[in-house]
């Protein structure tokens, strides 16, 4: 599994993600930190990645063009910082790690984690 974070997560997360076996990159280190959404999806998609963010934009993108990759993972607490909750998000990493690998867009919370499989049809 490789998680590419995005910039509005701390490169903190990439030690994070390294102590349990999980490659990780920060968006900064790959790509200009004022790239549009898209551009980093399509990075994500074409380098097998799996995108984690805060941003709900990502989740809309993947609604709005109908394509199953690449995956996002999306915190949506108001603290994202890996010391509050690391564990949320590896706990979701685990439970929901078949489904991310084929395509699925994972939303944490503080109360719950949900997936929704790609892609993302509108009813």
Known sequence: ???????????????????YNIYAVHWSTVG?????????????????????????DFGSLLAATGVDTPSVIQVRTQDVLPKSIENLVISALNQFE?????????????SQSRVRILPIRRG
Do not use: C
């Open 1 to 19: 599994m490789n998680i590419l974070i995005d910039m509005n997560l701390s490169p903190d997360w990439v030690a994070v993600f390294e102590r």
């Open 32 to 56: 200009d930190p004022r790239e549009k959404d898209s551009i980093i999806m399509e990075w994500a998609r074409t380098n097998r990645y799996i995108v984690f963010t805060h941003d709900l």
């Open 98 to 110: 078949s489904s991310l690998e084929t395509g699925a867009l994972v939303t944490v919370d503080q």
